[in-house]
């Protein structure tokens, strides 16, 4: 089973564009319903993504290698955060989504809340973070919705809330002063790789502050992530 896992998770690394579980099991040599329950797994715990019924290497192999050390970001690296928070003056962070978590994985700021939380890769709520949202709206459907559907009756406003501004999101890949937190908001923008939301830059702050500056952290988020794109 070692290695049928091992196997998966090398082909998927291999393949950015994702396989099928047929090209997985063909390439494998291995009956198809051996994989199923593997693959599911696999996904469930973030070492797979799959979308559009093909599967991709997820977001967890990614944070073990941060928990160690390398940092694997293409577009986006510590430099690019500095450069976002010295234009807006407010904590910058980048966030990926591994299983039903969103995770700040790196970040510039002056506020120890927020550096304690990038550098312990603390696990982070999806549906009250503005990256949150910006990574669910990046989800396949059929994965958002059961995200969607887990949710306790605590969360039932923030869901509300989010599938309200969801088409907005997918189709600008940004999250604007959403007010879901009474600690802080902000704005986030998507990073894109390959056509799919693989990471979030949010800067966040009080409410007050991002309120009276949304407008202008939208631009500023938008312009800097352009400059990502084209560099990358």
């Given at each position: 089973m070692i290695?049928?896992?091992a196997g998966i998770l090398e082909l998927a690394a291999r393949n950015h564009d994702g396989l099928t579980l047929t090209e997985m099991a063909r390439q494998l040599d291995s009956p198809l319903s051996s994989l199923q329950g593997l693959?599911?797994?696999l996904v469930a715990a973030g070492y797979l993504d799959e979308y559009?019924?093909?599967y991709r290497l997820g977001g967890a192999p990614y944070l073990l290698n941060l928990m160690a050390g390398?940092?694997?970001v293409t577009q986006v690296g510590h430099r690019e955060l500095e450069a976002v928070h010295a234009e807006a003056g407010l904590t910058t962070l980048l966030s990926v989504v591994v299983g039903q978590g969103v995770f700040y994985v790196d970040s510039c700021s002056s506020t120890p809340r927020y550096d304690y939380l990038a550098k312990n890769l603390v696990r982070r709520s999806l549906i009250r973070t503005s990256s949150g949202w910006v990574l669910l709206a990046g989800l396949a459907q059929r994965d958002l919705w059961s995200y969607l559907n887990s949710l306790s009756a605590e969360d039932e406003k923030n869901r509300e809330r989010f599938l309200t501004e969801l088409e907005i999101i997918q189709e600008t890949g940004v999250c604007a002063a959403p007010?879901?937190?009474e600690v802080a908001d902000g704005v986030a923008v998507a990073v894109r790789e390959g056509g799919r939301t693989v990471a979030a830059v949010s800067v966040?702050?009080?409410h007050d502050d991002i309120r009276g500056q949304r407008d202008?952290?939208?631009a500023?988020?938008?312009e800097h992530r352009r400059r990502w794109e084209l560099n990358g």
């Open positions: 290695d049928r896992v693959a599911n797994g559009d019924r093909r390398r940092h694997l007010r879901i937190s966040v702050g009080p202008e952290l939208v500023l988020l938008t």
